[in-house]
């Protein structure tokens, strides 16, 4: 089995965001065996290394769409998001995406 290919559609990569909560929408992998739960994760820096700052996992819909928000408030900096999704066997997939903030939240998107 492979692992799921999930990734993160929005915010884009490197955006400058102007709400401190942030949507996250993606598309998760809809093979068989790919599990029903996607996870982000947003982590404080330019990667996505130690703990994460906040995280949010979501029920894609039957096609694979998802979209969440952290439900905290995340304050002016830099952020990494990172979505992970497994499947049965115990394989994990996972999308990570850098920012950089210039005026409000900045999050990663898609690379």
Do not use: C, H
Not at 15 to 35: H, R
Not at 48 to 64: C, E, H, Q
Not at 85 to 90: M, N, T
């Amino acid at each position: 089995m492979v692992a799921p290919t999930p990734r993160l559609t929005a915010p884009a990569n490197g955006s400058t965001l102007t709400t401190a909560n942030p949507a996250f929408t993606g598309i998760a992998g809809t093979a068989a065996g790919d599990q029903p739960l996607v996870t982000v994760a947003v982590f404080n820096g330019p990667t996505a290394s130690g703990t994460p700052r906040a995280t949010r996992s979501t029920v894609p819909s039957g096609i694979g769409a998802f979209a969440t928000t952290l439900g905290s408030a995340l304050p002016n900096g830099i952020y990494t998001a990172r979505v992970s999704q497994s499947d049965a066997a115990g394989n994990v997939g996972s999308e990570t995406t850098p920012s950089t903030n210039s005026s409000s939240t900045t999050i990663a998107g898609p690379k």
